[in-house]
């Protein structure tokens, strides 16, 4: 049996979970998914099937060890232990990369480079009186060193060169799209499948052609790394040539070139340099005769001659080239352009979501991901013949008119007004900003409907999803009555009402993104400030329920030392390190929501050195805490999810099944006199008290409960937790 080896694909940011779809597809046994790569599992073969077939991928890494290297001396030691005379040979070539995150001793990549470079050569001065030299372009061996946690790890880059140097594109315009990035928009636009269905491509602003080849590359299923001439490891002592062989032709027999028809993948550009460009590397591709490219205004795209297919485009967007001014009209050509393909999916590709506007559609889908250093987003659209924004806008209104006139959206006026009249004095007697005015007090109306208050009003209204017993036509008539009546009574203008739909979560999904990204608003909580995002998630990042707890924790943390875990947006570490906590840890799997919480802590001028942040899931944290026998704590807060799936989590998590062990960990770490406060949102939950007879457990669920949410007493429960004397 072939030896079994770990691997790390790196990739550009947002596009790890395509990349883990693709190496799963191709067979190979994907472990863990990181914000900027895949690790997966297996023999050498596999590692040369995914330097051979990935699309996304950016470097395909063999990783050979991971150590400790909290300073240079034991970063040196790590590196000169490798045998990397099975690798190179002494009078071979090398070249050193360095990524991840650093420790302190590292001043600069280079700096870490060096020190690697320095341990290889002086393990070959010692063993054979000879060394290799270092050649940064094509050197026989590259060996990556990945920062981590105060770890290294040290591998061979199979790759070489990065991955999405494919080789075709020699003739390259300003500002051009790297072919993995490229590639990933296709797959998220779900090309494959539209190409599989018979569906045509259109690239209407194509450039240099790399969207219409790397659709074509997918639509005949070619392998991206045949187009390559050199890869990192064919200099390797360890290669197999004879496998690499094998591999390749493979690949070359299961091209499906007849999926080409000539005509069915087109692009277009005004600038007829551009089209000279794409001709030229679609011929390097071998791809001349199949992919048609013309010089063509975006006005005159034609009207499709086929029932399906995509459109996808990346338009300038003023950041590396033209003028925003002088681009919303061609934003706004270009959505004219795009309703000429009815029943065709259409996505297009900015870094700037106000000339994303500009286009004049409504995105049903929006992915982020990085083109470079830029945050762009990826709009996806369904498009509808002479469906234009104001026609829906129109058709909307319509459809609320006559809701509003019906009886039941008097009703529900008379509710909501009834409930706000009520919360709204006891919010400004409590100086409550941000509160809930209703909670499904009408079933048939099921919304949970908060306010949030600061310098402007907005409304988040969450529809809690109808059941199945309930016709869809139905629901949709209360949901309308409902939504045609809610700016006049909350005062609230309609564009700062959000509505979004809450089901039955699988598990984690109340954590993720929502179809839109949306923007950060300003809010008041007591003295703190906090910010909220009422778009790109189905949560705002500011639990209301747990208002009263925030509190006590504040109140809690004089002089302490606070752990925040499951921290979530670090609304909690805000109230502790301002209720004077001597140093805070909070800790959290997503790095978004760290990056969150870090500026909610500088948003109240609290954030400093004694106020660390970690990445991790916290089950596995606090098991290696209590191996390294860190510092313990005063105060403790753990809130975690309900149930959580997550791919960066070692194994599922259940806080019904899992609590007696988490709270027996987070409580080891706890100083003798001090405090856990422990809460969920499980409102079938039972602690176990039994099984932890070490522990003095409180529970403190009826003190926590808001009077905004007095209607569900079940919303959360919260125990006060200690050690035993």
Request: proline share 5%.
């Amino acid at each position: 049996m072939a030896e079994r080896r770990e691997f790390f694909a790196a990739c550009p940011r947002h596009v790890p979970e395509l990349l883990a779809g693709e190496l799963r597809a191709l067979g190979l046994d994907v472990t863990r998914t990181h914000p900027a790569g895949v690790s997966f599992e297996g023999s050498l073969e596999h590692g040369l099937k995914a330097c051979l077939h990935s699309r996304t991928a950016s470097r395909i890494v063999l990783s050979l060890v991971t150590g400790a290297a909290e300073d240079p001396e034991q970063f040196y030691a790590l590196v000169h232990a490798l045998p990397w005379e099975e690798h190179v040979d002494a009078d071979g070539s090398i070249a050193v990369d360095v990524v991840g995150d650093a420790p302190g001793w590292v001043r600069h990549t280079t700096f870490a480079a060096q020190k690697a470079k320095d341990a290889i050569v002086d393990r070959f001065r010692a063993r054979d009186g000879a060394r290799p030299s270092v050649d940064l372009e094509r050197p026989d061996l590259r060996v990556s060193v990945r920062f981590g946690r105060g770890a290294a790890t040290l591998g061979i880059d199979l790759a070489g060169a990065p991955l999405h140097q494919r080789g075709y594109r020699q003739s390259a315009l300003e500002a051009p799209l790297k072919e993995n990035l490229a590639a990933a928009l296709l797959l998220r636009c779900g090309w494959p499948e539209i190409a599989a269905a018979g569906g045509a491509f259109v690239d209407p602003m194509c450039g240099s052609g790399t969207l219409v080849i790397e659709a074509a590359l997918i639509a005949a299923r070619i392998a991206p790394g045949l187009l390559r001439r050199r890869f990192g490891f064919e200099r390797w002592l360890q290669h197999d040539p004879a496998t690499w062989t094998r591999l390749r032709d493979e690949a070359l027999a299961a091209r499906a070139m007849d999926a080409l028809v000539p005509g069915r993948l087109r692009g277009s550009d005004r600038d007829q340099l551009a089209i000279r460009a794409a001709i030229a590397n679609a011929s390097r591709a071998g791809l001349a005769d199949a992919l048609v490219f013309e010089r063509r205004e975006v006005a005159q795209l034609p009207a499709a001659g086929e029932p399906t297919g995509l459109v996808l485009v990346n338009p300038p967007y003023g950041a590396r080239i033209g003028d925003e001014r002088e681009l919303e009209p061609v934003y706004a050509e270009l959505g004219r352009a795009l309703l000429r393909h009815p029943g065709w999916e259409s996505g297009v590709f900015t870094g700037n979501p106000r000339l994303g506007r500009a286009l004049g559609l409504r995105a049903y889908r929006t992915h982020v991901f990085f083109n470079g250093p830029i945050e762009s987003r990826l709009l996806r659209f369904k498009l509808e013949a002479g469906a234009s924004a104001a026609d829906r806008e129109s058709r909307r209104a319509t459809r609320l008119a006559a809701a509003r006139a019906r009886p039941g959206a008097a009703m529900f006026a008379n509710r909501l007004q009834k409930n706000l009249k009520r919360l709204s004095a006891w919010a400004q007697r409590e100086d409550v900003s941000c509160y809930r005015v209703y909670d499904a007090d009408m079933p048939e109306y099921a919304f949970a409907i908060d306010l949030y208050g600061n310098c402007e009003r907005h409304a988040c209204v969450q529809e809690y999803a109808a059941p199945a017993t309930v016709a869809e036509d139905a629901a949709r008539a209360r949901r309308d009555e409902a939504v045609s009546v809610l700016a006049e009574v909350l005062a609230v203008p309609t564009e700062r009402l959000h509505l979004k739909t809450r089901r039955r979560q699988r598990a984690g999904a109340q954590y993720e993104r929502s179809e839109t990204e949306g923007v950060f608003h300003e809010v008041r909580e007591g003295q703190y400030r906090f910010l909220v995002n009422f778009d790109a998630y189905l949560d705002t990042g500011l639990f209301l329920d747990h208002r009263l707890t925030r509190r006590r924790i504040g109140e809690l943390a004089v002089g302490r030392r606070f752990l925040n875990l499951f921290a979530y947006t670090g609304a909690a570490t805000v109230h502790a390190v301002g209720g004077r906590a001597v140093a805070s840890t909070t800790v959290d799997m997503s790095r978004t929501y760290l990056d969150w919480a870090k500026r909610n802590l500088a948003l109240n001028e609290l954030a400093g050195p004694a106020h660390g942040f970690v990445q991790a899931d916290c089950l596995d944290w606090l098991r290696e805490d209590l191996q390294e026998r860190r510092r313990p704590y005063g105060l403790i807060f753990l809130d975690p999810p309900t149930h959580s799936r997550s791919k960066r989590m070692s194994r599922d998590f259940d806080v019904q099944r899992d609590h007696v062990e988490l709270l027996r960990l987070a409580a080891r770490l706890l100083e003798p006199d001090g405090t856990l406060v422990f809460s969920n949102n499980f409102q079938r939950f039972r602690l176990d008290a039994g099984a932890l007879p070490e522990l003095e457990i409180r529970d403190i669920t009826p003190d926590t409960i808001p009077a905004d949410f007095a209607r569900n007493p079940r919303i959360h429960h919260c125990f006060l937790i200690s050690r035993r004397r």
